[in-house]
């Protein structure tokens, strides 16, 4: 097996805890709560990316939608 992967690139990753790998990885183990914008945020952003030229807009979206 050496042989065959002596030509690759490895890195080995050495754990600081032991995972528990019983159940299903979609279980996350805590409760996740839905996050939605209200129709007031959703109107504001609308509003301000409306109000952006093109250059500027693309700008937004690249940094995340910050609107500084």
């Known amino acids: 097996m050496r042989i065959i992967l002596k030509h ?20 996350l183990g805590h409760e996740a709560a839905r996050i939605e914008a209200t129709s007031v945020s959703v109107a504001d952003t609308v509003a301000r990316a409306a109000a952006l030229n093109t250059q500027q807009l693309r700008q937004e979206v690249e940094l995340g939608w910050a609107f500084t």
């Open 8 to 27: 690759r690139n490895v890195l080995v990753l050495r754990p600081h805890e032991v995972v528990d790998t019983h159940g299903s990885v979609y279980e």
